[in-house]
């Protein structure tokens, strides 16, 4: 959980990171991450991303920003209550997410990204019936994949979940599309919608 978002640390789809400055920022994919909780206060992603992926070109230490997308959804406006009353809404996304700010330490180290794609490896192909593993195939092709590839590391030192859950709107049409979204079996966005709705009801 991240400020009440739940995420997935690696595996979600369409999570990104980007470092701080400047203000085009490099992009990868980070579905090759995974969480060390015990190394620092909030934890250390460790991952790697191919070294023709301009991320890893910065200086160790530099601040780096990982968006993890928690679940998200499609909003029609005929979901709205009040849309059949005055017609005045139109379609929307609403979204939950994390945003993990750290420091960056960059591994242009073999040993480093061996131990990460073999963590990697153990932990997405031990739900297969045969595992496969590096030892699977020629140490050559492996020495020479590995080369093309650099590791890094984030320390968490900030947590912040951020939440687009048409909040401006009036609680019943909050609390319908809620209602739809669970019943479409988006329990991520329908629920938190649920309660955006009862809280503001009792917020007055």
């Known amino acids: 959980m991240l400020n009440g978002v739940k995420t997935g640390w690696a595996g979600e789809p369409s999570q990104s990171w980007r470092k701080q400055r400047p203000a085009r920022s490099p992009t990868a994919d980070v579905r090759r991450c995974e ?3 015990l190394a620092g206060a909030l934890g250390t992603l460790r991952c790697h991303v191919a070294r ?3 991320v890893w070109q910065v200086s160790s230490g530099d601040e780096m920003l990982v968006v993890f997308r928690a679940a998200d959804a499609y909003i029609s406006p005929q979901w709205y209550p009040s849309k059949h009353e005055f017609h005045k809404q139109v379609p929307t996304w609403n979204y939950l997410v994390a945003h993990a700010h750290g420091r ?3 591994h242009d180290d073999e040993r480093f990204v061996r131990r990460n794609v073999a963590k990697l490896t153990h932990r997405h192909e031990s739900s297969q019936p045969v595992p496969w593993k590096m030892g699977d ?3 050559e092709f492996i020495d020479t994949l590995v080369k ?3 590791g890094l590391e984030i320390e968490i030192t900030r947590l912040i979940g951020k939440a687009k859950l048409s909040q401006t709107k009036e609680p ?3 609390r319908k599309v809620g209602e739809v979204l669970v019943a479409h079996g988006n329990l991520g966005v329908g629920q938190a919608m649920l ?3 009862a ?3 009792e917020q007055g």
């Open 104 to 106: 960056l330490t960059v």
């Open 195 to 197: 309660a955006a709705a």
């Open 172 to 174: 019943r049409d909050i």
């Open 52 to 54: 023709s992926n301009p």
């Open 199 to 201: 809280r503001k009801v």
């Open 148 to 150: 093309d590839i650099v």
């Open 137 to 139: 195939a020629p140490r």
């Open 35 to 37: 969480l060390d909780s």
